[in-house]
């Protein structure tokens, strides 16, 4: 398992490259994350992937820029299913409006 270390300037992930945690930080920040957020976020490998997942299929829906309320859902989303099954099908909800609120994130 990956673990993430942080230095004053530098993050240090094991497993993953140096390139690919900057990339994923920037990618976390750009949907809403505060930087903390999105470092403690890349110490998990499996929501890191998770959120990967989605902001790459919230972007096909999208385009390139995901704002930051369709990102902080994106993230409540990754953070809490357990049947990755259904990440694509609520990934489609969220980026097409479908749910946009956090009550109906919890219901679906």
Request: proline content about 3%.
């Amino acid at each position: 398992m990956p673990t993430c270390r942080l230095g004053p300037k530098f993050l240090l992930v094991s497993g993953v490259s140096a390139m690919a945690a900057l990339d994923s930080l920037s990618l976390f920040t750009s949907l809403g994350l505060s930087e903390q957020k999105a470092r403690e976020t890349l110490k998990n490998s499996a929501l890191s992937a998770q959120l990967r997942e989605a902001a790459t299929q919230a972007q096909q829906t999208l385009g390139s820029t995901i704002d930051k309320a369709t990102g902080i859902l994106l993230y409540g989303l990754a953070s809490r299913l357990r049947d990755t099954r259904r990440l694509s099908f609520l990934v489609s909800y969220i980026a097409s409006k479908k749910i946009h609120t956090e009550p109906q994130l919890s219901a679906a």
